[in-house]
């Protein structure tokens, strides 16, 4: 297998697994829908580049010429997404503000722009390739739509750019605003974004090098190729060890204590404003939907078996206002946190009963694993919510057990 075969592989298999990590953002992941969706973007984005130059280093570009510079747009769209995600992550943001879809009109304007070329039929594409294949270093070095040659890449080069520094502006501007406590109990999640914010980083000074030699030096084609293709392959590798943000993150930043200096009024963590708890019902459905999502993934671990366990404790560890997760409940569950606390403990203990492993427990044992504080309280709840005391359900359940 010679070096282009090689490549060529290495280019598939990023595509593959960065077009699957971007899907499992867009459609799996159950919780920051608006940040991973922005996240997903941006992956695919380079995903469908490391496919198409996969296709055409071994020419297999004329099977599907139709495909030939679909991607080109697209480069305006990593940038401006991955900041976007930052962003939605750090200030818990579930729409776009009002004035973000600026950040994508240059991918609008070169959709525009190429639109003639991507309308064309399959032979003038074919016969187009013929003649640009001839030498594979200059395929980004051809104009692109109506400006000329280098325009393009270099404006994409400054776009991403400016991007990035506005990534690590955000970050330095969280960490300086955010208290000790919340820089620590967030340490992982900011540890991530520094880490994919500086892949971003690297991802262009190999694009700056194909950019400014000569259009025949193949090599540095090649390494700025395989530097996108690396980037791809190492941030959907970091995700799939961290399976809390592929598939949703649990535990969201807190807040800061004071809004960053000089940024909009809707920058500030709208969860951090101190709101009327009658006018909990005033929170839209994406936002409400991500709450549950985080509220009953953390009960999944069961902290209701922990003894004296209040509302303000779970509101802290899934970083939800008090009121707000009070209002959750009531809505979504049509009851208090004690009777919401109390199921789960129910459910556990109806688990359990008639379990071989459990049966060394007496009732009121196997109550105080669950988490609750004596045998009145627990009769008292079981009875409630069962419909039954746990001597009748156990009776119910003895045939089977």
């Known amino acids: 297998m010679d070096h282009a075969e090689l490549l060529t592989v290495f280019m598939f298999v990023c595509a593959f697994v960065g077009t699957l990590v971007s899907l499992i953002l867009a459609f799996v992941s159950p919780v920051l829908r608006h940040a991973n969706r922005l996240l997903s973007v941006s992956l695919f984005s380079v995903a469908l580049f490391a496919l ?30 991955a900041y976007l995600y930052v962003r939605a992550v750090l200030y818990r943001e579930i729409r776009f503000r009002r004035f973000d879809w600026l950040f994508f009109v240059p991918f609008g304007l070169h959709t525009l722009e190429l639109l003639p070329f991507l309308l064309h039929s399959a032979a003038y594409k074919y016969q187009y390739l013929e003649g640009l294949l001839v030498d594979v270093a200059g395929v980004t070095k051809q104009q692109e739509g109506l400006l000329p040659a280098y325009y393009h890449p270099v404006l994409k080069m400054v776009f991403g750019t400016a991007f990035v520094l506005l990534q690590w502006r ?51 084609t090649v390494f700025a190729v395989c530097a996108l293709g690396s980037y791809l392959l190492v941030t959907s590798t970091l995700l799939f060890f961290q399976p809390q943000i592929l598939y949703g993150l649990r535990q969201l930043p807190a807040a800061p204590r004071a809004a960053v200096a000089g940024a909009p009024a809707s920058t500030a963590p709208d969860l951090a404003r101190k709101e009327d708890p009658a006018r909990a019902h005033s929170l839209s459905e994406e936002r409400r939907e991500a709450y549950r999502a985080l509220l009953e993934g953390h009960m999944q671990q069961e902290p209701f078996r922990r003894k004296g366990y209040t509302i303000k404790d779970l509101a802290t ?45 007496t009732l009121e044992g196997l109550a105080l694993e669950a988490g609750f504080s004596n045998r009145t309280t627990f009769f008292r709840a079981f009875t409630k919510l069962a419909g039954c005391t746990p001597t009748e359900y156990l009776a119910q359940i003895a045939p089977s057990a």
Not at 57 to 66: M, Q, R
């Open 317 to 361: 560890e899934i970083s939800v206002p008090p009121h707000l997760l009070s209002a959750l409940i009531n809505q979504e569950y049509r009851m208090n946190f004690s009777d919401f606390l109390n199921r789960y403990r129910v459910d556990y203990v109806k688990a359990r009963m008639g379990r071989a492993e459990w049966r060394q427990l």
């Open 52 to 81: 198409t130059s996969a296709l055409l280093i071994n020419h297999s570009i004329f099977l599907v010429p139709h495909l030939f510079r679909v991607n080109m747009p697209l480069h305006y769209l990593v940038a401006p997404c």
């Open 170 to 220: 955000l970050l330095w501007q969280f960490s300086r605003r955010a208290d000790a406590a919340s820089r620590h109990e967030n340490h992982a999640l900011l540890r991530w974004l520094r880490l994919f914010t500086l892949l971003n980083t690297l991802l262009y000074p190999p694009v700056l090098l194909a950019m400014v030699l000569p259009v025949h030096n193949t090599y540095a």
